[in-house]
């Protein structure tokens, strides 16, 4: 993004950043990837879902899906999906079945 314009007001203070748009939708993209929809953080925040649940239920998937790209089964995943903590390890695991970084799993 070396191909910025900088638009001035009448003071001449900065008020718009001109980017090619190939530029913008490059970082729309990157910067996409790591938000959590809005659906998401009220089923957490207001239903007091667990995260892993509500994104599940999100992206329209069942718990057997999912233990399914994990490799497990689905009352394992079960507990997992409830469970008030889980490993590093394994939210990484579930994060990528899911589609989603680790870190879109960190709502509280």
Do not use: C
Not at 11 to 39: S, W
Not at 44 to 67: F, Y
């Amino acid at each position: 993004m070396d191909r910025v314009q900088i638009i001035t007001d009448n003071e001449g203070r900065p008020a718009f950043a001109v980017i090619p748009y190939a530029d913008y939708v490059a970082l729309r993209h990157h910067t996409d990837k790591d938000l959590v929809p809005h659906a998401v953080v009220t089923r957490v925040l207001v239903d007091d879902v667990p995260p892993i649940r509500a994104w599940r239920e999100h992206l329209g998937l069942t718990q057997q899906e999912v233990a399914d790209r994990l490799s497990i089964s689905q009352p394992a995943f079960a507990k997992q999906e409830n469970a008030p903590r889980v490993r590093k390890a394994t939210r990484e695991k579930i994060a990528a079945a899911l589609g989603i970084h680790a870190a879109q799993l960190d709502i509280t």
